[in-house]
């Protein structure tokens, strides 16, 4: 009721609607962990296109199995992605430099490699601002390589620390190539002569990847490997390629890498496509001895954020003549995953004769029905050639198989589940230390059934009503007094998932024939 109602007559009070809309998070966002040729280390970096990625981190390089597995990704629809480039060497030391003879003051390339080797600065003061009250204190620096191409070029600025322009701050906020060397930054007293400051070929691109380069033995500060993802924002899938260009046949990527990328993954409600070990080459390996998926002690782990696919694929190496070569399969089929997701929603098994694999020539294996029968009971989702082409034939978590009776058998199950948590953890920080009562239960009930409404509309749910396909419930039943007094609330969200159609069974009978009258 407005407050200062002073005249006879009908008084218009806009209310605030109880409805805070629920934004459905992004599902098909994957990151890579892996060597690349260049690009900063350990940082999260968003990229929506195989052309940035070659801008920031190199592109295709022959030593990095990750830059090949991002390149699949986009060729099979994938739309983002999160890369982190991780190091195995001494980063300071592999590092190039960029020095002037009798000059204390450094340069040194932004992030290690060789890529730096042939990039040199140039240091000229002729055309400063001379409008510049500390105009004596002013100079440029252009990078250029080793054919004088110009690079980055930042005028204008200063030695001083206390200028707006401060040349260490400018490089750290604005060059993708180099900066100060924090070491010799008391040198800064001065400005640096103008000249060419040269590189000293020191750049090194560091060794094959190891166990704790991928995964560190603590996830504490620094955060490096895969717990560097903690610094984006969102993640649904997470491929890490083999460490080096042969694949891998080392237990313990499977039994210690994967095994804690996964249990990570569960942690930031993802998942994990684990990659085959470069020694399966049968059908009998995945449940055989050796790396099998339950072969002691260096069996793969079974668990319900990871999934695996068999055999590799085949594909030309645009780095090699085009020559066929063996790649792990993870980056094709997170491109295919985003691109189900995108299209038909996270409930929708990204497999089927839509799930066409794009950009490969052929599998290394090829399988019969019958080994595909042996092989899908035991969670090994296979990848076929069938007369509509290469496509992606199994959708279970490695925790789907038959013996286990898993709720997540299904990976579209997994998948719903984990985007449904994500979503409703995300829109309901509204209702911290809101007074926990009946009003608030009831706009909780109101803006999480909305939302598990629309999915329903969608066709994300088994039922033919809301009533038979999800609930939500926030009331005194599930929030006891003893929960109010401790600061809880309770809400309870239920659905009935969608589950793959495996095994189509068509009966089909021969009429009789009528006898005619």
């Known amino acids: 009721m407005p407050l200062n109602a002073t005249y006879p007559g009908v008084y218009i009070e806009e209310a605030e609607s109880p409805v805070k809309t629920i934004v459905g998070v992004s599902t098909s966002v994957t990151a890579f962990v892996g060597r690349a040729l260049q ?10 296109s195989f052309g940035e990625f070659d801008g920031i981190f190199g592109g295709l390089w022959k030593k990095s199995t990750m830059s090949y597995a991002i390149r699949q990704y986009f060729l099979n629809g994938g739309s983002e992605a999160v890369v982190v480039r991780v190091f195995n060497g001494d980063e300071n030391a592999s590092t190039t430099r960029y020095t002037k003879v009798g000059t204390a003051l450094q340069f040194m390339a932004l992030n290690p490699g060789k890529w730096a080797n042939d990039l040199n600065l140039i240091i ?26 110009e690079k980055e070029n930042f005028l204008n600025v200063s030695h ?28 800064l007293s001065a400005k640096p002569p103008d000249g060419e400051y040269n590189a000293d070929k020191n750049g090194d691109d560091g060794n094959d990847l190891e166990d704790a380069d991928l995964v560190p033995l603590t996830d504490g500060p620094p955060k490096k490997g895969i717990y560097a993802l903690d610094r984006a924002d969102i993640f649904n899938l997470l491929c890490i390629p083999p460490p080096n260009p042969q694949g891998t046949t080392k237990p313990s990527l499977y039994s210690d890498v994967y095994g804690i990328a996964a249990e990570y993954c569960k942690k930031k409600r993802a998942i994990l496509l684990v990659d085959p070990p470069s020694n399966w080459n049968s059908r009998d390996d995945p449940v055989g001895g050796g790396i099998g998926m339950d072969a002691a002690p260096s069996g793969i782990s079974r668990h319900e954020n990871a999934v695996i696919y068999f055999p590799r ?38 497999a089927g004769t839509e799930a066409m694999i794009v950009g490969i020539v052929d599998l290394e294996v090829k399988l019969t029905d019958e080994e595909n029968g042996k092989l899908n009971p035991k969670a090994v989702n296979c990848l076929r050639i069938l007369p509509a082409g290469k496509v992606v034939w199994g959708a279970r978590t490695m925790k ?31 209702a911290v230390f809101e007074p926990n009562d009946e009003p608030l239960w009831a706009q909780i009930r109101l803006n999480i059934g909305a939302f598990m409404q629309d999915l329903f509309k969608k066709g994300a749910f088994q039922g033919g009503t809301p009533k038979e396909a999800y609930l939500v419930k926030c009331d005194r039943d599930t929030t006891t007094q003893y929960d109010i007094d401790r600061g809880i609330v309770n809400i309870i969200v239920g ?18 024939g009528q006898v005619e009258g």
Not at 317 to 342: H, M, Q
Not at 400 to 426: C, F, H, M, N
């Open 39 to 48: 690009g900063p280390l350990n940082n999260p970096t968003s990229i929506t």
């Open 124 to 149: 000229d003061s002729t055309t400063v601002n001379t409008e510049d009250a500390d105009s004596a204190s002013l100079f440029h620096i252009k990078v250029v390589d080793s054919k004088g191409n």
């Open 160 to 187: 001083k620390t206390d200028h707006e322009r401060y040349v260490a701050t400018v490089l750290e906020q604005e060059s993708d190539l180099v900066k100060v060397d924090e070491s010799t930054l008391d040198t």
């Open 313 to 350: 694929i085949r594909a030309a190496d645009p780095l090699n003549e085009n020559r066929l070569k063996s790649f792990a399969p993870s980056g094709a089929i997170a491109g295919i995953i985003a691109r189900t997701y995108a299209q038909r929603g996270v409930w929708k098994a990204p």
């Open 400 to 430: 789907g198989e038959d013996t286990r009776g898993s709720q997540w058998k299904y990976l579209p199950v997994r998948r719903t589940a984990l985007y449904i948590e994500e979503t409703l953890y995300r829109n309901t920080q509204w």
């Open 495 to 512: 659905f009935a998932p969608l589950k793959p159609a495996e095994f189509i069974f068509i009966k089909i009978q021969q009429l009789a």
